[in-house]
């Protein structure tokens, strides 16, 4: 019967789409597993995500075996499962943050100036409180324009909170006797207020003081 091959072919798409939608939701609100599921996630996952799985389930069960609706109450059942799907998705969709895992979530503290005025500069924490987190330092010279990213190794992992005022000064970049290389600290206003490096403009690396 037509109609019924039809409804497959619908019911088949869109346990698809809904499948991709929870497999879409659960791997944005991790980050591709690098991060937890916060509280407004696991609500979403709770009243949308969970029904979804169900319904998948229970239609890739269906659908595996060939079975098909005998009845018009059949097909009425097979039409509200459809529609349940197809409803569940736009939120999974909408739901996921693609921040820390398809483009950088990144936070700063305030941009600043070098005393000698050659070089701006800011403290970039990449993708933090996930397990992929890292540290760059961002410089921009002057002079030229140009600018620049310096991976630091720092262990922002272990930063449990962060707090982020109007101004934010959690490094400072100090000349030393040569002029491309900067030391680098971190204040107490950073979590990690012990840290120091030494950079190289030229070579474009800080190496961590001990």
Known sequence: M???QVL???WVLATLVNLFAVVWFVFGTTANFQRGIDLVSTVILTYFGIPSILLIVLSSILLFKG???SSAWGIVIVS???LCMLSLSPTLFKSVNTGGWLSENIVTDTLQTTA???YEYQLELINLFQKNSFARLYIKNNSTGEEMRIPLDMPVNTIKGLTKEKENYWIMLEGTSEADKYILYTTP???LSDETYEVSMKKREAKKQE
């Open 2 to 4: 037509l109609l019924l």
């Open 8 to 10: 497959r072919v619908i």
């Open 67 to 69: 079975w098909s609706p």
């Open 80 to 82: 509200i499962m459809i």
């Open 116 to 118: 000698d005025g050659q």
């Open 189 to 191: 206003r950073f979590p």
